[in-house]
């Protein structure tokens, strides 16, 4: 019943209007890689914090974004949002959806990276130099490169840690309430069976502010259209994006903490 509801009060996302979305966020979040974060690291920012509000700021917006477009189209209350943005209780299937798309996500991520260093080393796709060490795909993350990320000491550093969670926050939930909550259930009704890749690329190009990475995130973004499609819940992405992108928190975690 749920999904007759919702076909009939959304209107189909074509190609253009698809375009548009990914399109201007993309270009969003490039100004806040190449001109805010250099402002900010210019004023003597910490590299990490830079990064922080660089990344987290645009999150949030989309994040805003996504409940403001809800209730325009009419998502009045709590649980009209949270039927239209598909996050209905979830089951063990959901779960388990979810956790198969972060594996197989992860091991296709390695996988393309392999291919993602090669077509950096051969020099076509040239990386920018002065990137923040989250960003850099030749950084070592060594205790010494963390402090000086920091501007201090990683270790015992819980701010450093408190901040990474609210980025990852507004990352990935922002995200999946755009894109799989507000995007992907038009786009299904302008494509079909086929809107899950259609969607996975675009959200795979909307990462072109770090062009030199996103090879790797095809098989990502790709896996995790096709669960959030084939589910039609908010969940498994959800759960499969916070598997992928907590990575750098745990890496993180462990150095805060001084476990590794």
């Not at 990064?51 to 209730?71: E, K, S």
């Not at 926050?169 to 899950?196: C, D, H, K, M, S």
Request: hydrophobic fraction near 55%; aromatic fraction near 16%; include cysteine.
């Amino acid at each position: 019943m749920a999904l007759v509801t919702e076909k009939k009060t959304l209107k189909p996302m074509y190609l253009w209007e698809s375009l548009l979305w990914f399109g201007a966020w993309a270009v969003i979040l490039f100004i806040s890689t190449y001109v805010f974060m250099p402002c900010l690291m210019a004023g003597k920012m910490s590299d990490f914090d830079s990064f922080f509000l660089a990344m987290t700021v645009p999150m949030a917006l989309m994040f805003i974004a996504a409940w403001v477009l809800g209730r325009l189209n009419g998502q009045n209350s709590l649980k009209d949002m949270g039927e239209r943005y598909r996050m209905r209780s979830f089951s063990m299937k959901d779960v388990a959806w979810g956790i198969g798309a972060g594996l197989v996500s992860m091991a296709g991520m390695g996988l393309f990276s392999v291919l993602g260093a090669k077509v950096i080393d051969a020099g076509l796709l040239p990386v920018p130099k002065g990137l923040p060490l989250l960003l850099d795909p030749h950084a070592e993350f060594s205790q010494a490169a963390l402090d000086q990320a920091v501007g201090g000491k990683i270790l015992g550093n819980w701010p450093v840690l408190l901040k990474y969670f609210v980025m990852l926050f507004f990352n990935i939930t922002g995200e999946e309430l755009f894109w799989r909550g507000y995007v992907l259930p038009r786009q299904e009704l302008a494509f079909g069976r086929n809107a899950w890749w259609i969607h996975g690329i675009l959200w795979a190009l909307y990462h072109s502010f770090k062009w030199w990475d996103v090879v790797s995130l095809v098989p990502v973004c790709l896996v995790i259209a096709f669960a959030a499609q084939k589910r039609k819940s908010f969940w498994p992405g959800f759960i499969a994006h916070y598997m992928v992108n907590g990575m750098g928190f745990l890496l993180f975690f462990t150095k805060v903490t001084g476990i590794l």
